[in-house]
């Protein structure tokens, strides 16, 4: 079985742009999560979405924003970036929920905000 | 809400050292408990994962983790480290039916040979 999948690995961009990052998860899975990795912070949650609705979002701004499929597939949008946003972005999909089954990680989008 | 306390943020030790990574949560009730390890240039994995039933937890890679409800822990463990298990290990705690798990800092581990 194919793992998360994440386009694309590597992002530079400069402030004030905004970047889409994508999520294929494991097929079968129809939940999927979003985290936001920093030497600082760690994980930390993002939103998750689960049958094309998002189910439930984490402590970030409004230009973070994201929406699923109905392949289960996952896009996050950041928009207006700032330096602060730099940072590895973790997708994790699981059966039916973040929360309660175990979570498979993608590779990770490595976003550089320059 | 509920949080998650990872005490040793950075652990050096010897090949065949033992090992105990701690992990406290601040809920009461009910938790799913995980733990994570991302080996360097590698997706995060689950290590190992609590529900209910037997405390002492076995995972892959001979790490064993201990849940405490009394001490609100879930501490991992393995007897005699070797230089690959060198890698950041993070603790997750999912409280009360939450679909938002709840992650640790992490902790890096540098296993010498």
């Known amino acids: 079985k194919a793992g998360v999948t994440q386009t694309p690995r590597y992002l530079i961009k400069t402030r004030g742009q905004q970047v889409t990052l994508s999520c294929s998860p494991i097929s079968g899975h129809r939940s999927v999560s979003w985290y936001q990795q920093t030497p600082g912070q760690g994980l930390q949650f993002l939103f998750e979405?689960?049958?094309?609705?998002?189910?439930n979002k984490g402590n970030f701004p409004g230009r973070f924003s994201g929406r699923q499929f109905s392949n289960s597939r996952s896009e996050m949008n950041v928009s207006t970036l700032e330096l602060g946003d730099s940072a590895l972005y973790l997708c994790a999909s699981s059966l039916h929920s973040a929360g309660a089954d175990t979570q498979y990680f993608g590779p990770g989008t490595r976003l550089t905000v320059l | 809400a509920q949080s998650v306390s990872q005490h040793n943020h950075h652990v050096i030790l010897s090949e065949a050292a033992s090992l105990e990574l701690g992990c406290n949560y601040s809920?009461?009730?009910?938790?799913?408990l995980f733990w994570y390890v991302q080996y360097p240039g590698q997706h995060l994995q689950l290590l190992l994962k609590?529900?209910?039933?037997?405390?002492l937890v076995k995972g892959i890679k001979g790490f064993e983790a201990e849940f405490i409800k009394s001490k609100f822990s879930f501490n991992l463990r393995k007897p005699s480290v070797q230089w690959s298990d060198t890698a950041e290990y993070f603790c997750a705690v999912n409280a009360g039916g939450s679909y938002i798990p709840t992650f640790g800092r992490g902790t890096s581990l540098i296993v010498h040979p």
């Open positions: 809920y009461g009730g009910t938790v799913n």
């Open positions: 609590y529900f209910s039933g037997d405390p």
């Open positions: 979405y689960f049958s094309e609705t998002q189910r």
